[in-house]
């Protein structure tokens, strides 16, 4: 089953969440997109890769919301059989003492120009373990440190040892954020000089042979963001035969820190935009963190009526993304506003049927969806509801949001609440609905369907971001606050607008948000002759879609961190 994929070398890609159908709940958000788009767009350029995550057989979590806004979480179980062939390999590693078996999946990514790709989706389900150890690779982000520090394990030494179990030719390993760290110390066991070289005293790795092959994709500022686990802990969970001195001045004195590691073990290591790599490099002084700008996929989140036009207007768009630049003077303004239309009437319908709730189809709608938590503000555009209603009163416009909270991250749980509370105080004004269990589908839907979409994160904490990317494959204009991808992509009035000009304070970004929307947004949208509008969104598709897409992404991984 393997014999098409083991014989070329490949980039090991190794993520702790991938999304790769929306029926299959390996991913929790934006982090999961992104390997899945990584993925995708390795297919679609014949670039030999095989990714490596957990199969996490109960899922992320099923939203339900309740009558008063509380988050309700439900197991998402899925049958891995559904989608994925079970591989006879086993390999075991130490885990608190003892041996834990794992299995894989081999889920077959099949790309819409013919290419195919390997993921194996890393399981301990297995007879010969314990049943806590059955369900190590149970729930994603689910359990405490102990349990994230044995999924780790599993992820990290775990995959590296079944690649080689199952004779895959590995000729650079990817880390996609630290969750898999741990992979560099498995290389380092294999990598390590003849001890009659060694003077007393020196350690036996061979780093440099581990550094070079590997790279690091660092993906949050959020302090919280970074896996640290205590050496209590690591002493009692990791197989002892790893030398703790050494792990400490890899990964830190004080606790093991995933990102530390990663950092220590990739000779190449980048954030996921501009001013993220920045950031990046203020927090990691000593190190050189380059810019890798992150896209999406250019056909997954394309909705159908614009694939159909890019493909009449612009043929070879799929693989060569660029070529979107010459849609604002090749595509006639009445044919992006009938997609546009339809992809509108297919949110509509889905949010009926969520719902209950008609929107209407000639009033503006904004989208806003992504994680809830407290950085990324999903309240800011609920600060002032008195303004929010005299802006509605000139100009209407319609609210859909979405989004899941981590099931500990309580803040993000009460403002999804009083999301809801504010939702109904507005109900008399403004039509807002909140849709349960956002995932791929649904963002799919929202960002081609709305017209305008909202991003009002704290800078400096929205590394990229993505689902923006994802409104410009649809001409649907971004307004955001200056950060993570936007400040690369905002050109005002041209591909959306800014709110703010990247230092302002809260309140002065809610006032700049509503000035913005009240000023020239919504004049725009409702002025009698619509081509300045259908400008931005050509804007939108343009300079930003055809820059901002998972293509140019990976051809710059391939060129800048695979080959060397
Ligand atoms: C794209 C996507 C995200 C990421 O959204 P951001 O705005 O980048 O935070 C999260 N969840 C799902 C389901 C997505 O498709």
């Known amino acids: 089953m393997l014999d098409e994929f083991i014989h070329e070398p490949r980039i090991a890609y190794f993520s702790m969440e991938i999304a790769l159908r929306n029926e299959m709940p390996t991913y929790a958000g934006g982090l999961g997109v992104l390997a899945g788009d990584t993925v995708r767009s390795a297919t679609d350029l014949e670039l030999p890769m095989v990714a490596v995550s957990l199969v996490s057989r109960a899922g992320y979590f099923r939203q339900e919301i309740d009558a008063q806004g509380r988050q309700l979480e439900h197991e998402e179980i899925w049958d891995p059989r559904s989608w994925a062939h079970p591989l006879d390999a086993k390999i075991a590693v130490r885990i608190d003492d003892r041996s834990v078996w794992i299995g894989a999946w081999l889920f077959v990514l099949e790309g819409h120009m013919g290419g195919r790709q390997p993921v194996l989706l890393l399981d301990t389900d297995l007879d010969e373990n314990s049943s806590d150890d059955r369900a190590i690779t149970h729930y994603l982000y689910g359990g405490d440190n102990t349990y994230r520090l044995k999924q780790e394990i599993v992820l990290g030494i775990g995959g590296v040892r079944l690649l080689q179990a199952l004779g895959f ?3 650079h390993f990817h880390m996609n954020e630290g969750h898999s760290a741990l992979l560099g110390l498995e290389l380092m066991r294999r990598y390590t000089y003849p ?7 020196e350690s036996p790795y061979d780093l440099p ?6 790279s690091f994709t660092t993906h949050t500022p959020v302090e919280a963001g970074h896996d640290r686990f205590s050496y209590e802990l690591v002493k009692r969970v990791l197989d002892n035969g790893f030398d703790m001195q050494v792990i400490k001045g890899l990964a830190g004195e004080d606790s093991l820190n995933m990102t530390r590691l990663a950092l220590n073990l990739s000779e190449y290591i980048n954030g996921v935009a ?8 203020a927090m990691f002084p000593g190190y050189k963190v380059h810019a890798i700008t992150n896209g999406v996929h250019p056909y997954l989140w394309t909705a159908e009526n614009f ?7 612009l043929p070879g ?9 010459r849609a604002d003077c090749c595509i006639p303004d009445a044919a ?3 997609a546009h239309v339809q992809a509108k009437q297919h949110l509509i319908e889905k949010v009926q049927s969520l719902t209950g709730v008609v929107l209407r189809p000639d009033i503006a709608i904004f989208g806003f969806a992504r994680r809830m938590t407290a950085y990324k503000r999903p309240d800011l555009l609920f600060s002032n509801l008195e303004r929010l209603r005299a802006i509605a009163r000139k100009h209407p416009f319609q609210i859909v949001l979405a989004g899941k909270a981590h099931p500990r991250d309580e803040n993000g749980k009460q403002i999804i609440a009083q999301l809801h509370a504010q939702a109904s105080a507005l109900a008399d004004a403004i039509t807002v609905v909140y849709l349960p269990d956002y995932d791929m589908a649904l963002a799919q839907l929202m960002t081609a369907g709305v017209d305008v979409w909202l991003n009002t994160p704290l800078p400096p904490f929205e590394a990229s971001g993505t689902s923006g990317m994802k409104a410009a494959f649809n001409g649907v204009p971004n307004l955001s606050i200056l950060d ?15 709110i703010g000009d990247a230092t302002g304070l809260p309140d002065d970004n809610a006032r700049a948000l509503y000035d913005k929307l009240e000023q020239v947004v919504l004049p725009l949208y409702y002025n009698s002759d619509r081509s300045a509008w259908i400008k931005v969104m050509k804007g939108a598709i343009s300079k930003n879609a055809s820059y901002f897409n998972s293509h140019r992404m990976m051809r710059r991984y391939a060129t800048e961190a695979y080959a060397r």
């Open 307 to 313: 694939r159909q036009l890019y493909d009449h207007y």
């Open 317 to 325: 768009w799929c693989h060569e993304p660029q070529l979107l630049m």
């Open 336 to 338: 992006i506003w009938e």
């Open 484 to 498: 993570g991808w936007w400040l690369e992509g905002c050109l005002e009035g041209i591909t959306g607008w800014a």
């Open 274 to 281: 501009k001013k993220h790599a920045e950031v990046s490099n």
């Open 209 to 214: 042979r581990v550094r070079d092959l590997c």
């Open 195 to 201: 001890v009659e070289e060694l003077r007393p005293g």
């Open 169 to 171: 030719a590995i000729r």
